[in-house]
């Protein structure tokens, strides 16, 4: 109540990505305090051995998650777990740092509880993020998301060693590693999504080998069922821990948000309640196309704890959350928790 009385009409009179450089520096601060981060606790963290979930051989202690994006750079989990998020998922890293794409570059559209982001992997490279995270002592499990540096000319083999570079430097501090392949792949503008890039970019990370944490392969929410089943099929044959459903859209259907404002923000990625849908139809082919082998963590539009539930009931082991706090304050992981106790 507070949030959105106070704290949201504040925000919200900054521009996207001005805000959302706000809130992760506000929570960076958080993030090296312990007097911060006890006082967040005291108001935000609810834990129940009724909501503990085991996966990968690790403990969850809540199956609510921070989703990638939020924390590119790895400032804030600390801040994260005593807001009481079950995981907390770092990026995406990239092997070099990017400035990522011009501004602006990020759009709220407050009609659908949506956000629409051309960010372009900005980070500070997987080799500074990794330094940080290696001194990070955290109660709850790690993921770290890689991707390809927004480098068009790098692609083909080059792009699998970028891809390489940030996995083998993940592999030492994540305890999940989360892979994803709807960022471009070549100057053409072709994703790893493709089948047979897909099947070379797993070769060449060496999933199988001894020493690899856990790693799941993330899925755009524009993913029909047949390339599903065809991607998932390849996964497979190279021992993924598990999937993610979904990444944003580049559709634009059934919003509300005029036309004429959605041609003057142009191209990007759309997240929030506009894609809860489509992302929650992902999660239930997944659970039927894997027949309940492989846990899959369900992102997308979850901004209420009936949203979360219609994730989990469609076949989502756990759940993250980001662009439902924007609207609905980070007092969300809590309420989402109090329902899934409730229900």
């Keep these: 109540m507070l949030y959105k009385l106070f704290v949201k009409p504040f925000l919200f009179q900054k521009d996207a990505e001005s805000a959302h450089e706000l809130a992760v520096h506000l929570s960076s601060i958080t993030n090296s305090s312990e007097t911060l981060t006890h006082i967040t606790e005291s108001i935000f963290k609810l834990e129940d051995s009724r909501l503990r979930r085991e996966f990968f051989g690790l403990t969850f202690p809540n199956p609510v998650g921070l989703a990638a994006g939020f924390d590119k750079n790895g400032v804030t989990p600390r801040a994260m777990q005593a807001l009481g998020f079950g995981f907390v998922e770092v990026g995406s890293i990239t092997a070099q740092p990017s400035i990522g794409n011009p501004k602006p570059r990020a759009f709220r559209l407050p009609v659908d509880n949506s956000l629409i982001n051309r960010m ?106 047949s390339t599903l089943e065809k991607l998932v099929e390849i996964c497979e044959s190279h ?3 598990g999937y993610m459903a979904t990444n944003t859209s580049s559709s634009r259907e059934d919003l509300k948000t005029p036309a004429n404002m959605l041609t003057e923000i142009g ?77």
């Design 120 to 225: 372009g992997l900005n980070n500070e490279g997987a080799t500074e993020i990794i330094k940080r995270l290696s001194t990070l002592e955290l109660d709850v499990p790690l993921g770290i998301n890689i991707a390809k540096t927004n480098d068009a000319s790098i692609h083909g083999d080059d792009a699998i060693q970028d891809y390489l570079f940030s996995y083998d430097l993940a592999n030492k501090v994540a305890d999940y590693i989360t892979v994803n392949i709807s960022c471009p792949n070549t100057g053409e503008g072709k994703t790893f999504e493709d089948p047979d890039a897909l099947e070379a970019l797993l070769s060449g990370l060496h999933i199988n080998k001894r020493d690899r944490k856990p790693t799941l392969v993330k899925f755009s929410v524009d993913t029909d069922r």
């Design 267 to 343: 191209n990007g990625g759309l997240s929030g309640k506009a894609i809860a849908k489509k992302s929650t139809q992902v999660v239930s082919w997944l659970k039927d196309i894997l027949n309940d082998s492989k846990p899959i963590i369900g992102v997308g539009g979850i901004d209420s704890p009936e949203s979360a539930l219609d994730k989990i009931n469609a076949g989502a082991d756990l759940i993250q959350i980001y662009t439902g706090m924007v609207y609905e304050g980070p007092g969300l992981v809590k309420t989402i928790k109090e329902g899934l106790l409730n229900y």
């Design 239 to 241: 021992s993924i821990s």
